[in-house]
């Protein structure tokens, strides 16, 4: 999979071993250190190259003291200020506090392993400013959801999104009966009711696809360039979309609703979608509201969750499409 976790990893094992000048680091040193941990953790190793690359980085990007000293005929390398450490940052308690912070919640929302990088940093900074900064008490609680399948394959997604590989996938769609392999280019990640979903191209159309990652039975990079999106722009795509489902043809329209009953104060206060306007509220017990959205399945879906109190005023066509679907579900209860 991608190589920054790998190259990042690398340069933070090699800081640690500079700033132990009780031994003296010879390049066969530093790399059985750096591959010892590597193996550990990404069950990979680098050769003699990659390292002289990496403290050249150190050097050149980080402007890392390092100097040269020479045993003999042999060559170790250490930090010329004793000092010096490239997770040296101004950051105070208080920070690191409100960062522990951070990451709480956002674990209680995600079950990302990038967090687990999030947390490995924080430990270090405060191990850099010495301090121990004290667990917090819980504070704020969010609804657990059950474990997604296809949720492993976040992080290399993401990773991949970020630095543009193009991926191989085995995935088997629903009624599929086999598992298919597909090269796509990976644009988006999305979730939608604790399911996870990949927005992308596959290799040679024209057209946006969502693959489910439950469905995703294996990925791996692939070696052919990547194609930049140009298919959609991903922080407007769903603006008027609920769900991942982009039927084609369709286009966003305003959907007339009218609301009654026990579900008055409930859409009031928690809107159907970000775009839902108060047209009329004759009384108490009625609404009228205004939603602009594509018409998909998703959005049928929601719909019908709020029935009986709800009815599609315009367009017709929603209208007949709840009705019937309604009709069907009444004659399975019966």
């Known amino acids: 999979m991608p190589r920054n976790k790998n190259f990042t990893r690398r340069i933070e094992i090699l800081d640690e071993c500079l700033r132990r000048r009780q031994k003296k680091w010879f390049i066969e040193d530093l790399l059985n250190a750096v591959n010892d941990k590597l193996d550990e953790r990404f069950d990979k190793k680098v ?6 690359d990496d403290l050249k980085y150190l050097q050149e990007e980080k402007n890392a003291p390092i100097i040269k000293c020479w045993e ?5 390398y250490k930090y010329e200020d004793t000092t010096y450490s490239i997770l040296n940052l101004p950051i105070s308690e208080e920070e690191i506090i409100k960062l522990k912070d951070a990451i709480k919640m956002l674990r209680e929302v995600n079950d990302f392993n990038l967090l687990d990088d999030v947390d490995m940093i924080v430990e270090k900074l405060e191990h850099t400013i010495a301090t121990n900064v004290p667990e917090n008490r819980s504070m704020i609680q969010f609804e657990k959801h059950t474990y997604a399948d296809g949720a492993e394959y976040i992080d290399d997604i993401f990773s991949a999104i970020k630095e ?6 085995v995935y088997q769609p629903f009624g599929a009966p086999e598992p298919q392999e597909w090269v796509i280019h990976p644009y988006l990640l999305k979730e939608y009711r604790n399911r996870w979903f990949l927005i992308c191209r596959r290799d040679g159309t024209q057209k946006v696809s969502n693959l489910a990652l439950d469905r995703i039975k294996k990925i791996k990079n692939s070696s052919i360039p990547f194609i930049e999106n140009d298919l959609f722009d991903a922080d407007t795509f769903y603006a008027y979309l609920i769900g991942v489902t982009f039927p084609e043809g369709e286009n966003a329209q305003d959907i007339l609703l009218k609301v009654t009953g026990r579900q008055v104060n409930y859409v009031k206060t928690k809107p159907i979608h970000k775009s839902q306007e108060i047209v009329e509220e004759p009384n ?17 879906s929601v719909l019908l969750s709020y029935t009986p109190d709800i009815e599609v005023l315009q367009p017709i066509s929603l209208r007949d499409q709840l009705k019937e679907k309604y009709l069907a579900m009444m004659n399975v209860l019966k």
């Open 164 to 169: 543009k590989n193009v991926l191989k996938v």
């Open 72 to 76: 003999g005929q042999r060559v170790y």
């Open 47 to 52: 050769g003699k190259r990659s390292l002289y």
């Open 284 to 300: 108490g017990n009625t609404l009228i509201i205004r939603l602009k959205l594509i018409n998909n399945y998703e959005l049928q």
